[in-house]
């Protein structure tokens, strides 16, 4: 079993930052691949990041380039974004999630991963 737990969420003012850390358990960190997706209310959960297994390939939603930046220290089993120029449109419950394929070209698709967590609330206010 592999489990997925976020942490860093929080209440934070336009273009300020904010990083958050999903730690695994379970499997070695190094035998994931690991992303973060972002949903709000009445929408569907939207890709954000993604970072391959040995962390030597790293893609971002549109929205996020720029700002956001994914990093992962096997060591720790752990996974981090790290959000800088935050906008009130990043408002969202952020979800880390896994699996343990190749990164492919569908990296963004929700199905392509086998592991979610829980999420954790990011409110950027205006």
């Known amino acids: 079993q592999v489990q997925l737990v976020e942490s860093g969420g929080g209440l934070v003012q336009a273009g300020g930052s904010l990083r958050l850390s999903c730690a695994a358990s379970?499997?070695?960190?190094?035998?994931?691949?690991m992303g973060w997706f972002r949903q709000v209310p009445g929408k569907e959960r939207e890709f954000v990041a993604v970072?391959?297994?040995?962390?030597?390939?790293?893609y971002y939603a549109d929205s996020v380039k720029g700002r956001f930046t994914i990093s992962r220290d096997n060591a720790k089993n752990t996974v981090y974004l790290q959000m800088d120029s935050l906008k009130p449109d990043d408002t969202a419950v952020y979800y880390c999630?896994?699996?343990?394929?190749?990164?492919?070209?569908?990296?963004?698709?929700?199905?392509?991963?086998?592991?979610w967590g829980q999420g954790t609330q990011v409110t950027v206010s205006s």
């Open positions: 379970g499997r070695a960190s190094s035998t994931l691949k």
């Open positions: 999630a896994a699996d343990g394929g190749y990164l492919t070209r569908d990296y963004s698709r929700v199905s392509k991963y086998d592991y």
């Open positions: 970072i391959s297994r040995s962390g030597g390939i790293t």
